[in-house]
Nanobody
Framework: QVQLVESGGGLAQPGGSLRLPCAAP????????MSWARQAPGKGLEWVSG????????YYADSVKGRFTISRDNAKNTVYLQMNSLKPEDTALYYC??????????????WGQGTQVTVSS
């Protein structure tokens, strides 16, 4: 059974950092590209970042480029989103998603339950 479990969310100050792990118990996540997306209060889902199955290529939304870093540890079946220089507009529920393919296609078949990130002073 495919499960994606996000954690690491919480309250951060503007300019601060958080790291979000997404664990994938029950299946071999190393065979698939993975992504992070977010949904701010009252807004639609926004894709944030994606990574190939082997970590060889990464992609970022313009809104987070240069501040966020996606990575993966396939030995631990975990994908990470390192978020630096956080802004209040980064406040959202962050989701991890599994791609259908090893390369990043943005065709997602499984999603986690989300972890809340709030950026406020």
């Amino acid at each position: 059974q495919v499960q994606l479990v996000e954690s690491g969310g919480g309250l951060a100050q503007p300019g601060g950092s958080l790291r979000l792990p997404c664990a994938a118990p029950g299946f071999t996540s190393s065979s698939y590209a993975m992504s992070w997306a977010r949904q701010a209060p009252g807004k639609g889902l926004e894709w944030v970042s994606g990574i190939y199955s082997d970590g060889s290529d990464t992609y970022y939304a313009d809104s987070v480029k240069g501040r966020f870093t996606i990575s993966r540890d396939n030995a631990k079946n975990t994908v990470y989103l390192q978020m630096n220089s956080l802004k209040p507009e980064d406040t959202a529920l962050y989701y991890c998603a599994k791609d259908r393919f090893s390369s990043w296609s943005q065709e997602y078949d499984y999603w986690g339950q989300g972890t809340q990130v709030t950026v406020s002073s």
